[in-house]
């Protein structure tokens, strides 16, 4: 599956963002679906992730309450809804599939990666 996550760009503190991860080229249906960032000089980090069927979603602790994530496996998309921002939330923002129908936590999980997309917030 090939994917291509879009909607960073630079907001202000406090404000909010959507990440969309448009999916192709297998049943999106099939994969759990994560949500990674990097920011400069540190590793990636989870943030995110939801089952194949959306029903079931886990957040890290530094964006749980603040984050949603969702997907539409009709539009083979999935979402990443980012309200109350704060300048640690910047970072590359990765979306992510996995083989596993669970949800997954950990990078070495997901085997399809999309490109990434920067979210900067200013304070």
């Not at 291509?4 to 963002?17: F, K, Y």
């Not at 603040?66 to 640690?88: C, H, V, W």
């Amino acid at each position: 599956v090939q994917l291509q996550a879009s909607g960073g760009g630079l907001v202000q503190a406090g404000g909010s963002l959507r990440l969309s991860c448009a999916a192709s080229g297998r049943t999106f249906s099939s994969y759990a679906v994560g949500w990674f960032r990097q920011a400069p000089g540190k590793g990636r980090e989870f943030v995110a992730a939801t089952n194949w069927s959306g029903g079931s979603t886990y957040y890290a602790d530094s964006v749980k309450g603040r984050f949603t994530i969702s997907r539409d496996n009709a539009k083979n998309t999935a979402y990443l809804q980012m309200n109350g921002l704060k300048p640690e939330d910047t970072a590359v923002y990765y979306c992510a599939a996995s083989s596993y129908h669970m949800i997954v936590a950990t990078p070495k999980d997901y085997a399809f990666w999309g490109q990434g997309t920067l979210v900067t917030v200013s304070s």
